[in-house]
C-alpha cells in the first residue's frame, strides 16, 4: 500500500504562482516515477507531468515552460511549481504513482485561476 498526501492548491489570479506537494508514504520502495494529473469539470483526468526517481521529467505541452516537477527523495515528496498560471490550468490536481501492479491516487487539491 502507498498513501499519498497533496497540499497547496487554492485560489490564484491569472499569472500567478502555485507550489503543490505530494508526500509519499508506506510501501514505496518499487516505486519508480510519480506524476501530477489534473481533471477539470467537463473533462477527461490527464497527465500534467511526471518524474522517475533519477529525475527524469516529462510535460504536457500545455504547461512547458511554465510548471517545473521536482523530487525530493529524502523526504519522500514531489513537487509541481506552477508559474504563469491561466484560467484553463483550473482543475483538481492529483499524484499519482504505481508500482507496476496497483496504480495509487491521492485525494486531491483544487487550483482555480481566475481572470
Known amino acids: 500500500q502507498v498513501q499519498l498526501v497533496e497540499s497547496g492548491g487554492g485560489l490564484v489570479q491569472t499569472g500567478g504562482s502555485l507550489r503543490l506537494s505530494c508526500a509519499a508514504s508506506?510501501?514505496?520502495?518499487?516505486?519508480?516515477?510519480m506524476g501530477w494529473h489534473r481533471e477539470a469539470p467537463g473533462k477527461q483526468r490527464e497527465l500534467v507531468a511526471g518524474?522517475?526517481?533519477?529525475?527524469?521529467?516529462n510535460y504536457a505541452d500545455s504547461v512547458k515552460g511554465r510548471f517545473t516537477i521536482s523530487i525530493d527523495n529524502a523526504k519522500r515528496t514531489v513537487y509541481l511549481q506552477m508559474n504563469s498560471l491561466k484560467p484553463e490550468d483550473t482543475a483538481v490536481y492529483y499524484c499519482?504513482?504505481?508500482?507496476?501492479?496497483?496504480?495509487?491516487w491521492g485525494q486531491g487539491t483544487q487550483v482555480t485561476v481566475s481572470s
Open positions: 518524474i522517475t526517481r533519477g529525475g527524469s521529467t
Open positions: 499519482a504513482t504505481t508500482n507496476g501492479k496497483y496504480v495509487y
Open positions: 508506506g510501501s514505496i520502495s518499487s516505486i519508480n516515477t
